[in-house]
T-cell receptor, first 109, second 112 residues
Framework: GQNIDQPTEMTATEGAIVQINCTYQ??????LFWYQQHAGEAPTFLSY??LDGLEEKGRFSSFLSRSKGYSYLLLKELQMKDSASYLC??????????WGAGTKLIIKP | NAGVTQTPKFRILKIGQSMTLQCTQD?????MYWYRQDPGMGLKLIYY???????DKGEVPNGYNVSRSTTEDFPLRLELAAPSQTSVYFC???????????FGQGTRLTVV
């Protein structure tokens, strides 16, 4: 079966750095997405990786290793508004998006 | 600058009733999707469309129907609502299968 694993919940301190991991087992791979979802709101796009390596976008970076079936989202200089769920999604060989359950990130002052 | 517009935001249905969730996008996107999101679970694809006149089943299509008569609109129909359909429903669209998806604000549906 297809599976996306992420930690259920993480806690970090304002101003710090946090890394949210995502491991996947899917039938084929055609890209990995990270989305942010605030409570009661719709997911919004953060990043897309299709090749191995690090993609940096401001305070957020995303890393992909296809051989290990592994990605992480790195958030720097954490702000209270970063408190949200972070969703990892993988596009499989049929171009279907398989979603993880999300990681709830709690930021403490 | 509307993006993806989804209505209604909230709805309570009685078992056996039917309803249509409306979704429209103004970005001229070819791809449109309907997802449901249950607590502690990843988004599950109900139906998707790659263009007007074309629809396909996703992972959890039972109990739902869709149509795509225009590029802009992709309504989701629930027939004979059941408690298992209590969920948050999201409509989304993307230009291609490899580009980011834009989501509507969601519909919180309760079936009692």
């Amino acid at each position: 079966g297809q599976n996306i694993d992420q930690p259920t919940e993480m806690t970090a301190t304002e101003g710090a750095i946090v890394q949210i991991n995502c491991t996947y087992q899917t039938s084929g791979f055609n890209g990995l997405f990270w989305y942010q979802q605030h409570a009661g709101e719709a997911p919004t796009f953060l990043s897309y990786n299709v090749l191995d390596g690090l993609e940096e976008k401001g305070r957020f970076s995303s890393f992909l290793s296809r051989s290990k079936g592994y990605s992480y989202l790195l958030l720097k200089e954490l702000q209270m508004k970063d408190s949200a769920s972070y969703l990892c999604a993988v596009r499989d060989s049929n171009y279907q998006l398989i979603w993880g359950a999300g990681t709830k990130l709690i930021i403490k002052p | 600058n509307a993006g993806v517009t989804q209505t209604p935001k909230f709805r309570i249905l009685k078992i056996g009733q039917s309803m249509t969730l409306q979704c429209t996008q103004d970005m001229n996107h070819n791809y449109m999707y309907w997802y449901r999101q249950d607590p502690g679970m990843g988004l599950k694809l109900i139906y998707y469309s790659v263009g007007a006149g074309i629809t396909d089943k996703g992972e959890v299509p039972n109990g739902y129907n869709v149509s795509r008569s225009t590029t802009e609109d992709f309504p989701l129909r629930l027939e004979l609502a059941a408690p298992s359909q209590t969920s948050v429903y999201f409509c989304a669209s993307s230009l291609t299968e490899n580009t980011e998806a834009f989501f509507g604000q969601g519909t919180r549906l309760t079936v009692v």
